[in-house]
Nanobody, 125 residues
Framework: VQLQASGGGLVQPGGSLRLSCAAS????????IGWFRQAPGKEREAVAC????????YHPDFLKGRFTISRGKTKNTIDLQMNNLTPEDTAVYYC???????????????????WGQGTLVTVSS
């Protein structure tokens, strides 16, 4: 299992950013895959997950609809669209999966077994 996250960078408050996760080494029609983040001094938290066998998504309520996970236009990629970003969204963002986990909700409420290397998102003026 290999996961490669990209698309991070510096963005101003109120701006948008789209992250992409390229998956390889497994079939993207079985396990759930998700995006997680870790801000400095804080625990890692889930921000969105998708079930690749039925495309059901899960987004935590605290994001208030600002983030959306979806399949990317490129085969075997999963994107995270982030809108109306605030400085509190500054973090390293990781994509992750667990071949034993098919539910998007369950993946977002667990600690996945396989992680990508992370991409840094900085929201600052």
């Amino acid at each position: 299992v290999q996961l490669q996250a990209s698309g991070g960078g510096l963005v101003q408050p109120g701006g948008s950013l789209r992250l992409s996760c390229a998956a390889s080494g497994f079939t993207l029609n079985r396990p759930a895959i998700g995006w997680f983040r870790q801000a400095p001094g804080k625990e890692r938290e889930a921000v969105a997950c998708l079930s690749t066998n039925n495309d059901i998504t899960y987004h935590p309520d605290f994001l208030k609809g600002r983030f959306t996970i979806s399949r990317g236009k490129t085969k075997n990629t999963i994107d995270l669209q982030m809108n109306n970003l605030t400085p509190e969204d500054t973090a390293v963002y990781y994509c992750a999966t667990d071949l034993a986990q098919a539910s998007s909700y369950a993946l977002c409420h667990s600690r996945p077994s396989d992680w990508g290397q992370g991409t840094l998102v900085t929201v600052s003026s």
